[in-house]
């Protein structure tokens, strides 16, 4: 089936430092990929969508400068946490849709924690 | 914003019970999908029911719809200890945005 490939899956780093987060289908072209951001013990909640080769769509509340996302091929969009804090530690999952079925496909999530 | 509540939020049974949770959201939707979280870990994707359909089973799954109430349910039927895990239900545009429920933590224990 349909893989999509989140790196890295978990990194640590200190606050005041980016991370770049990277989301990729593996044997499939997404037109439109997604990122959510999941703090423990709660839901998934949608941060963004991103088309490829235009600008994301931020979510109400979610600062698009803090978190750059690029969505430069059908294959890759990256999530980066600019100037990271202890807040940011989360868990952040991307999907990818294809773009010939619709089909829509999880990353494994990346865990940042920022100390 | 969260569109789905879910009840309920935690489930423990004993395997071979069945385990029951409900979703409820709030407005018109495309169609509704559950999914599965292990602790940590990324999301499998269950079974997607669209906004037409009233039932779908996929093995021990059994997904019903009615958008006359606004509301889905999850049966597992026969649990097993593997079953462990969080459930979402998550309603989905037809472009792929999804908008998730709060999860409910189910627990079968052996």
């Known amino acids: 089936g349909a893989v999509v490939s989140q790196h890295p899956s978990w990194v640590i780093c200190k606050s005041g430092t980016s991370v770049k987060i990277e989301c990729r289908s593996l044997d499939f072209q997404a037109t439109t990929m997604f990122w959510y951001r999941q703090f423990p013990k709660q839901s998934l909640m949608l941060m963004a969508t991103s088309n490829e080769g235009s600008k994301a769509t931020y979510e109400q509340g979610v600062e698009k400068d803090k978190f750059l996302i690029n969505h430069a091929s059908l294959t890759l969009s990256t999530l980066t946490v600019t100037s990271a804090h202890p807040e940011d530690s989360s868990f952040y999952i991307c999907?990818?849709?294809?773009?010939?079925?619709?089909?829509?496909?999880f990353g494994e999530g990346s865990r940042l924690t920022v100390l | 914003s969260q569109q789905g509540e879910e009840d309920p939020q935690a489930l423990s049974i004993q395997e071979g019970e069945n385990a029951t949770m409900n979703c409820s959201y709030k407005?018109?939707?495309?169609?509704l999908q559950w999914y599965r979280q292990n602790s940590g870990r990324g999301l499998v994707h269950l079974i997607l029911i669209r906004s037409n359909e009233r039932e779908k089973h996929s093995g021990r799954l059994r997904v019903t719809l009615d958008t006359s109430k606004k509301s889905s349910s999850l049966l597992i039927t026969a649990s097993r200890a593997a079953d462990t895990a969080s459930y979402f239900c998550?309603?989905?545009?037809?472009?792929?945005?999804?908008?998730f429920g709060q999860g409910t933590i189910l627990t079968v224990h052996p």
């Open positions: 998550a309603t989905g545009t037809s472009y792929g945005k999804l908008t």
């Open positions: 407005t018109s939707i495309n169609n």
């Open positions: 999907s990818a849709r294809a773009g010939d079925t619709g089909e829509l496909f």
